[in-house]
């Protein structure tokens, strides 16, 4: 197949780009080697192509965030989730402190705020470990196969996160969250310290992009309803304050995360991972998103082109 020689093409042509910079708000990410890239595609019948760096383990971070949401809105239903989050983009960093003006709600799941009611509305509540199970065992299904957590980012992020106990503060003070900001905090950093690659990626987006069918295990991870839910909202606000200019040059629903990781999903055609720790100010991979727009101009992937 040409695909592999295409895709280490594309690095080339990326590679050079060292702008940006590692995350370093959480300590363990400023540790990472900032050289690393990879680039993996599944297509939604279980072909798995790869170039570049694609076996080594980073925290899943933000890309946690679009299969959560998918996890709670298969066990708590469209309407009980929309209750609690809005699907507005904010136009905002990840980690801003905003709710929605009138009902109070976070605007959207891809944001901090947002996520973090999210990541409360699985399993019992009060139960905070239970709750890190089921994220751990519904992440490995996207994945197709076991995670673990990287516990070293873990402690480092806990440490550290003042910025989200402030806003899990805030989701507290109007009932949003029921339970100890603090352990609520913890318990979504577990979520964001997942260990994934690049090729665990490419197969959780696929498996959005396949109907929430993964394409190789072949289980129904989530509804396809779920699965078009999730990527409507990765359209609108998966790329946060720069949403509008991603979905307008490259043209699919993504999402981004602060330690270099980026997806795509192509609804019924492919899932399309990439890695590169050096972040853009909106907290995205340079290369990564370089990347996507090589993959998106050559592979004809806008999805507003007309096929
Ligand atoms: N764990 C990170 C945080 O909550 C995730 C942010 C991100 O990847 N954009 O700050």
């Not at 050079?16 to 595609?41: C, F, H, M």
């Not at 106990?165 to 352990?183: C, K």
Request: overall charge negative.
């Amino acid at each position: 197949s040409p695909i592999p020689d295409y895709l280490h093409e594309v690095l080339s042509a990326c590679g050079a780009d060292t702008s940006g910079a590692v995350a370093d708000y959480i300590p363990e990410l400023a540790q990472v080697d900032p050289d690393r890239l990879g680039v993996a595609l599944t297509t939604v019948d279980g072909a798995v192509y790869e170039a570049g760096d694609c076996e080594s383990r980073f925290t899943i971070q933000s890309i946690s965030k679009p299969f959560v949401y998918a996890l709670a809105l298969q066990q708590r239903g469209l309407e009980a989730v929309l209750d609690q989050v809005d699907v507005e983009p904010s136009g905002e960093a990840f980690n801003e402190l905003s709710l929605e003006k009138g009902s109070g709600r976070p605007l959207n799941p891809m944001i901090n705020a947002g996520a973090i009611v999210v990541h409360t509305m699985l399993g019992d509540p009060g139960d905070p470990q239970g709750r890190c199970d089921q994220v751990l065992a519904g992440l490995s299904a996207f994945a197709g196969r076991p995670l673990d957590v990287d516990e070293a980012a873990y402690g480092s992020e806990t440490a550290t996160a003042f910025r989200n106990y402030a806003i899990a503060n805030m989701l507290r003070s109007r009932d949003s969250i029921t339970e100890d900001p603090e352990d609520v905090v913890a318990a979504y950093t577990r979520q964001c310290s997942v260990r994934v690659s690049t090729r665990d990626l490419a197969l959780m987006a696929a498996t959005l992009a396949n109907g929430g069918v993964h394409p190789v295990s072949e289980e129904q991870v989530v509804e396809e309803w779920v699965a078009r839910q999730v990527m409507s909202v990765m359209a609108t606000c998966g790329m946060y304050d720069s949403a509008g200019d991603w979905i307008s040059t490259v043209g699919f629903p993504a999402k981004s995360g602060v330690s270099g990781g980026i997806i795509g999903a192509l609804p019924g055609q492919l899932g399309i991972a990439a890695f590169s720790p050096r972040l853009d100010p909106h907290g995205s991979s340079v290369r990564g998103v370089e990347v996507c727009r090589h993959l998106s101009a050559d592979m004809g992937l806008h999805m507003m082109d007309a096929p």
